[in-house]
């Protein structure tokens, strides 16, 4: 890349950070990654506190990862993880009725969020020219001429520090203040698209057997009609956590009989085995994301070189529809790619890059919200249509295993939207079979 040693400082070492260094140990002779939490320890950090909740890693960012991290899935399982067909291994409710399931390729890995982090810190912490440090937070950037030298730091014993780096990735998560920095050097914030969905979360862990309806696990989708969701994934340790979602003012309670009713709303069955004979293990607990945001970085006419912002710092997703660790994934594949024309312009490429990564999810994370009256938005007339269409394709889905899959390929990121409007799925949300 250059004739000097190369060095690049990752901030903030949760999953995104982490696949930023991954992609970044290629290329850079030492990569260091900083976040103020302890990085000694394992299970959930106090940086993480979505770490408590349901969490599933998607087909696409499983393949990904295996990329990244060759052996992850065979390791995790042996671990206590499952692997699950999505299509035929959940029952997977959008009311009361499940979609139709077959078997497919679509292979997710069930695995909690602290397990997955802490592996990847592990595989990532053993890399020959990768440093992880704890107890140090980022406070501003260093600049000179343009360009981002490194960051500015302050260890958790108090002082201050300086880090130089020829890169500097923000991967601190939806807190970040990477737009604060780079207001207080001179540029311009990036344009900010946000939504305020309001979704509230409450989860809780439950010793784990097997369903009585035979599946892996349940999902239900949060819609207009049934303003309510439910996720029940296992995970290592031979534990259920289920989480239950819902917005605006029809939100999960946290005590234990509030709880069970919530969880089961909708008459499935495996659900109320587990909230009514299953031995809980941890009370109900709460987290809140008030909003998504996605900062339009690649809209900016001027960028310092040196500085990235990566992950939630780009976009922060409403986390009920499951896509942040893999479009983290996504974007690690993009920064390998795009350092591959060196430093200088690599902001501009990568954000290119990430953006087209970006587009389909956010599209329809947004879209996804926008069917709720009580989201403050403007509801295009694409968007409008689109809601519409999903709400017919998932009644489709019900009968149809061709349907379903379609939604599962295009969720899972395997496949663009457009094949949920291919010529045989058209067929079969518009012109369903008659009833026996």
């Given at each position: 890349?250059?004739?000097?040693?190369?060095?690049?400082?990752?901030?903030?070492?949760?999953?995104?950070?982490?696949?930023?260094?991954?992609?970044?140990?290629?290329?850079?002779?030492?990569?260091?990654?900083?976040?103020?939490?302890?990085?000694?320890?394992?299970?959930?950090?106090?940086?993480?506190?979505?770490?408590?909740?349901?969490?599933?890693?998607?087909?696409?960012?499983?393949?990904?990862?295996?990329?990244?991290?060759?052996?992850?899935?065979?390791?995790?399982?042996?671990?206590?993880?499952?692997?699950?067909?999505?299509?035929?291994?959940?029952?997977?409710?959008?009311?009361?009725?499940?979609?139709?399931?077959?078997?497919?390729?679509?292979?997710?890995?069930?695995?909690?969020?602290?397990?997955?982090?802490?592996?990847?810190?592990?595989?990532?912490?053993?890399?020959?020219?990768?440093?992880?440090?704890?107890?140090?937070?980022?406070?501003?950037?260093?600049?000179?001429?343009?360009t981002v030298t490194g960051a500015k730091v302050v260890p958790a014993g108090g002082?201050?520090?300086?880090?130089?780096?020829?890169?500097?990735?923000?991967?601190?998560?939806?807190?970040?203040?990477?737009?604060?920095?780079?207001?207080?050097?001179?540029?311009?914030?990036?344009?900010?698209?946000?939504?305020?969905?309001?979704?509230?979360?409450?989860?809780?862990?439950?010793?784990?057997?097997?369903?009585?309806?035979?599946?892996?696990?349940?999902?239900?989708?949060?819609?207009?009609?049934?303003?309510?969701?439910?996720?029940?994934?296992?995970?290592?340790?031979?534990?259920?956590?289920?989480?239950?979602?819902?917005?605006?003012?029809?939100?999960?309670?946290?005590?234990?009989?509030?709880?069970?009713?919530?969880?089961?709303?909708?008459?499935?069955?495996?659900?109320?085995?587990?909230?009514?004979?299953?031995?809980?293990?941890?009370?109900?607990?709460?987290?809140?994301?008030?909003?998504?945001?996605?900062?339009?970085?690649?809209?900016?006419?001027?960028?310092?070189?040196?500085?990235?912002?990566?992950?939630?710092?780009?976009?922060?997703?409403?986390?009920?529809?499951?896509?942040?660790?893999?479009?983290?994934?996504?974007?690690?594949?993009?920064?390998?790619?795009?350092?591959?024309?060196?430093?200088?312009?690599?902001?501009?490429?990568?954000?290119?890059?990430?953006?087209?990564?970006?587009?389909?999810?956010?599209?329809?994370?947004?879209?996804?919200?926008?069917?709720?009256?009580?989201?403050?938005?403007?509801?295009?007339?694409?968007?409008?249509?689109?809601?519409?269409?999903?709400?017919?394709?998932?009644?489709?889905?019900?009968?149809?295993?061709?349907?379903?899959?379609?939604?599962?390929?295009?969720?899972?990121?395997?496949?663009?939207?457009?094949?949920?409007?291919?010529?045989?799925?058209?067929?079969?949300?518009?012109?369903?079979?008659?009833?026996?």
């Amino acid at each position: 890349m250059t004739n000097h040693s190369t060095h690049a400082v990752v901030l903030g070492a949760s999953i995104a950070g982490l696949l930023a260094a991954r992609a970044l140990s290629d290329t850079f002779d030492t990569v260091t990654v900083l976040d103020r939490d302890d990085l000694t320890g394992t299970g959930v950090r106090k940086g993480v506190p979505q770490g408590r909740h349901a969490h599933m890693l998607f087909a696409k960012g499983r393949e990904v990862l295996e990329d990244l991290f060759p052996g992850l899935t065979d390791e995790l399982v042996a671990a206590g993880a499952l692997t699950v067909d999505i299509h035929n291994g959940f029952a997977w409710h959008n009311g009361p009725v499940p979609m139709a399931r077959a078997a497919s390729d679509l292979i997710v890995l069930a695995v909690s969020r602290p397990a997955l982090e802490d592996y990847l810190r592990s595989r990532v912490g053993k890399l020959p020219n990768v440093e992880l440090r704890g107890g140090l937070e980022a406070t501003g950037l260093l600049h000179d001429a343009g360009t981002v030298t490194g960051a500015k730091v302050v260890p958790a014993g108090g002082g201050a520090g300086e880090l130089p780096a020829d890169l500097v990735v923000d991967a601190t998560g939806r807190s970040n203040r990477g737009t604060t920095w780079l207001k207080e050097l001179g540029y311009a914030p990036p344009e900010e698209d946000s939504v305020m969905a309001g979704v509230v979360y409450a989860t809780r862990e439950y010793e784990r057997a097997p369903l009585p309806g035979g599946s892996l696990g349940v999902l239900t989708g949060v819609t207009p009609r049934y303003p309510f969701g439910a996720a029940l994934l296992p995970m290592e340790g031979d534990r259920w956590i289920l989480t239950l979602a819902g917005l605006g003012d029809d939100l999960p309670p946290t005590d234990e009989e509030g709880f069970a009713a919530y969880a089961t709303r909708l008459p499935i069955a495996d659900l109320a085995d587990v909230v009514h004979r299953s031995r809980p293990l941890t009370a109900p607990r709460p987290f809140r994301v008030p909003a998504s945001v996605r900062r339009r970085y690649e809209r900016l006419t001027r960028l310092p070189e040196g500085y990235l912002a990566f992950g939630d710092a780009i976009c922060a997703f409403n986390p009920i529809y499951g896509q942040g660790m893999t479009v983290a994934a996504l974007e690690a594949l993009e920064l390998r790619s795009a350092l591959d024309g060196g430093l200088a312009g690599l902001p501009r490429r990568f954000y290119a890059k990430a953006s087209t990564v970006i587009d389909t999810p956010w599209d329809m994370a947004v879209g996804g919200d926008l069917a709720f009256p009580s989201v403050p938005g403007k509801r295009t007339a694409k968007v409008r249509f689109f809601n519409w269409y999903i709400a017919k394709l998932l009644r489709a889905a019900e009968t149809s295993p061709e349907v379903a899959l379609a939604f599962h390929r295009t969720v899972n990121l395997t496949a663009p939207p457009q094949g949920l409007f291919a010529a045989a799925v058209l067929r079969r949300v518009f012109f369903p079979p008659r009833a026996a």
